[in-house]
């Protein structure tokens, strides 16, 4: 499968405790997008990036959120000390270059805190 | 600022039925409005793009510049068109980002 793909799919932790979620994108794709969805909503922009470079952060990501993408390739989201309102559906997405290019979307990280 | 409106969070049908799911955006540039869908079970994905005017899967969409409108229509209803649907809007704030900002979705169910 050479889509977007996403680890883990599922992860159940207590409040306060660090999560970190990866995705790889799709190979030549150098755009890469965090999304969070939560219930009865459509997914909502977080960060932005070009290649290794972190473009743009939406005010959803607050200061315990943290996104890498190390060399380019995969990228890491980071939340510390978690909060039971981050649970939420993270979805990350990736597009090749070319403006308005079409975004593909991994299957999601679905994140409960309790 | 841009914003995506899907009016229906449910829409029910019978086979063979037309189909029509709404989608109102506000957006001060020049739109260009996506459909993607989600299957049980599945990951998002696009179903059309206004700019390339295709017919996928049977569904026609038609960005309505003047009622600020992009409605997704079908017009035979097939069972295995049941799926959630968003309505998206691809916003340039600058660069080459184009972050897409998502309607809330209209889950279609379509009975036998």
């Known amino acids: 499968d050479t889509g977007v793909s996403q680890d883990p799919r599922h992860k159940i932790t207590k409040r306060g405790q660090n999560v970190t979620f990866r995705c790889d994108p799709i190979s030549e794709h150098n755009r890469l997008y965090w999304y969070r969805q939560t219930l009865g909503q459509g997914p909502e922009f977080l960060t932005y990036f070009q290649n290794e470079a972190q473009l743009e952060k939406s005010r959803l990501l607050s200061d315990r959120f943290s996104a890498e993408r190390p060399k380019g390739s995969f990228s890491t989201l980071e939340i510390q000390r978690t909060e039971q309102g981050d649970s939420a559906m993270y979805l990350c997405a990736s597009s090749p270059s070319g403006r308005r290019e079409t975004q593909y979307f991994g299957p999601g990280t679905r994140l409960l805190v309790l | 600022a841009q914003r995506v409106t899907q009016p229906e969070k449910l829409l029910s049908v019978f086979k063979g039925a037309p189909v029509e799911l709404k989608c109102n955006y506000s957006?001060?540039?020049?739109?260009?409005l996506f459909w993607y869908v989600q299957y049980s079970r599945q990951r998002l994905q696009l179903l059309l793009r206004?700019?390339s005017r295709e017919s996928i899967k049977g569904f026609t969409a038609d960005l309505n510049k003047g009622e600020t409108s992009f409605h997704l229509k079908k017009p035979f209803a097939q069972e295995e068109d049941s799926a959630m649907y968003y309505c998206?809007?691809?916003?340039?704030?600058?660069?080459?980002?184009?972050?897409?900002?998502f309607g809330k979705g209209t889950l279609l169910t379509v009975n036998p």
């Open positions: 206004h700019i």
């Open positions: 957006y001060s540039g020049s739109p260009e």
């Open positions: 998206a809007l691809p916003v340039n704030s600058g660069g080459s980002n184009y972050k897409l900002t």
